[in-house]
Structures are given as C-alpha cells and as structure tokens.
C-alpha cells in the first residue's frame, strides 16, 4: 500500500506542478499587461515592469493555490482514470476513501509551503516590488493623494505627510489632547529625523500652546520627541495588509487595538490567511467527485466545470470579505466561512458519491 500511496502522491504532485506552470505565467502575463500601462511614466521602464512582475509571483501563487489545488488533482487523479488505473486500484481492493488520502497529504504539504512562502519570502518580495515601483513612478508611500499616514494613541494623533526613507520622515504634525479630548499642544515639523524607537529629533519646528483663549506660538530649529509608536509600526502602516507577513498582521493588529484604532483590515487580512488554507482542503475534497466518472464524462468537461467552480469560489470568498468590512462583521466569521462552507458541500458530495 504504501507504494501505491507513493505513486498517487507523484502524480498528485505533477498533478500540481502542470496547474502551476499554466495559471501562474497566465496570471503574471496579466499583471505584466498591466504595468505595461505606466512605462513612460517618471523612471519606470519595461526592465522595472518585468521586475515588479516576477517579484510579485510568490504572492500570485499563494492567492492561486486552491485553483492550482483543484486543477492539479483533477487533472492528476484524471488522467489515472482515463489510463483506467484508478479502476484497477479499486479492484486491487483500494478503497476511493484511501485513494483520496493521497491527495489530502500532498495538499498538507502545499499548506506548509505555502505558510513559510508567507512568512518569509512573498511579503519581502512584494514589498520591495511595490517600493520600487513608486520610487520610478516618484510616488511617496503614504495612505492616501494628499493625506499622508495618520496613527494615534489614547492622547496624541501623528500625521506624517511622507517618509523619505526608512530614517527620515517629512510634513510632520503632532497633535497632544488632555484627558477630556481638548487640544492643548499642536506641534508641526518640516522634517523628522528618526534616531531610534525611542527618540525622534524634530526639525524647523512650529509649537503652538493653546491655554484657554491664549495661543502661544514658538518657533524651534529642533525639538527632540518621543514618539508613541515604533519604527516597524511606522513602516507598517505605508504598507497594504495583503503585502504583511502573518507575524507583521498580528503584531500591528495588537498596536491598533492598543491606540484604539480601526483594525477590521488588517484582522481581515490576517484571517484570511488561515481562510485560504480551509479553501485549499476543501479544493482538494472537491476535486474528488470530479474525478470518479471522468471516464464517462470526458477528462476535459471535468476541467472545464472545476474550473468554472475555482472562478465561482473566488468571486464567492471576494463578496464575502467585502460585505464582512462593510456591514463591521467579524472578520474570523468573514474570512472562514467561505473554507467551512466549501469543506461541508465537499464532505456531503463525496458521502453521496461513496
């Protein structure tokens, strides 16, 4: 038996590898089409296109591995059928349920390739791919046109027009509230120097007091400022949350949820993580019904409907997320309940077909 467990995985995993090299090139090509709009623009050639391109793979491959987990073992488990190996399996006395096993293992295994791909290599690339984007297209990293990167804590608000680099930081406002939310300080920096966590040196600085009716104005070259929030949370928020690893998600949901700030997006997104491990077992659950009686029904018509269902499962996960931000459901609810639901249709399907 385990041989044949053995030779099932094998062709689980080349089941896979030809799902990836047709949706992972289809889907850059896409993403290098669109780039292509903005070559001309500041710096940005076609080099920084096909760069930008090839660094953001690693995060296509993770938003595709359920579709590559249908589609690989679909076309994996298929075409043993067609050759009518899974029929002399089954006669050899090899149950559906243990030739299924096959498959859940191999997905496993793509769940822990891809949680280290998360981790540790698809957010330093996609971030350096949306860095050096907007450094050729001469775009700051900032939250909005105009708006800059907006945090605060339980008395102080920080607005910061643009951050230069990683240690200097440009338009800075500092707001200091008393405990009944009046303003007392309000303090405005051309630029800011960031020493380290704990100490920011302030440049052309206007400090304005406000005590009753009375406005006080001084002007300063310097003000040293210890800032509220960290390094890494300042470079946190010039980033989208699908680009943050996990441990970067939990982390900056924490300091959120500590200044009494917005978190839903970023919980989403950190959610979501897990959601899209359910979806690839349930993928892989799903892509069994397809695959006994594909004989009969043509290996092809099964690729075309598990296709048409990976497209249907995405649009289904998309709406479930974005109805979850808009209607402030909970985003563990929002982001997993697209995997439970596809996992209950596939356990239920498979009973009836076994």
Excluded: C
Aim: glycine share 8%.
């Amino acid at each position: 038996m385990t041989i044949i467990y053995r030779y099932l995985a094998l062709q689980v995993l080349m089941g896979l590898g030809i799902a990836t090299a047709v949706l992972l090139p289809l889907f850059g090509f896409l993403d290098l089409l669109d780039q292509l709009d903005d070559v001309g623009k500041g710096t940005y050639s076609v080099k920084d296109a096909f760069l930008y391109t090839a660094l953001l793979l690693p995060r296509r491959f993770i938003q595709l591995a359920p579709f590559i987990a249908l589609m690989g073992n679909v076309t994996a488990l298929g075409r043993l059928a067609v050759g009518s190996e899974l029929t002399a399996l089954r006669g050899a006395g090899v149950s559906p349920v243990g030739i299924s096993l096959a498959p859940v293992a191999v997905g496993m295994a793509l769940l822990l390739f891809i949680a280290v791909l998360d981790q540790f290599v698809a957010p330093q690339f996609q971030q350096k791919a949306i860095s050096s984007r907007a450094a050729a297209l001469e775009k700051s990293a900032a939250l909005g046109q105009q708006l800059g990167i907006w945090t605060r804590d339980e008395r102080n608000i920080l607005r910061i027009g643009e951050m230069l680099h990683t240690k200097r930081a440009a338009n800075i406002e500092i707001m200091h509230f008393d405990d009944n939310g009046f303003l007392l300080r309000y303090m405005y920096a051309s630029y800011a120097d960031i020493i380290n966590e704990e100490l920011w040196e302030l440049r052309d600085v206007v400090i304005k007091t406000f005590n009753g009716n009375a406005v006080e104005i001084v002007t300063r070259e310097s003000v040293p400022w210890e800032p509220f929030l960290k390094e890494g949370d300042i470079s946190t928020l010039t980033k989208s949350p699908e680009s943050l690893s996990p441990a970067e998600l939990f982390s900056h949901v924490y300091f959120l949820r500590a200044t009494g700030q917005e978190s839903d997006a970023y919980e989403l997104a950190l959610w979501r993580k897990a959601g899209g491990a359910l979806t690839v077992i349930a993928m892989l659950l799903l892509s069994i019904p397809f695959v006994f009686g594909s004989v009969r029904a043509g290996l092809g018509n099964r690729l075309v409907i598990a296709s048409m269902l990976g497209i249907s499962v995405y649009l289904f996960d998309q709406i479930i997320a974005n109805a979850g931000l808009l209607l402030h459901l909970s985003p563990a609810l929002s982001a997993l309940l697209p995997g439970i639901v596809l996992i209950a249709v596939a356990y239920f399907w498979v009973r009836r077909i076994f």
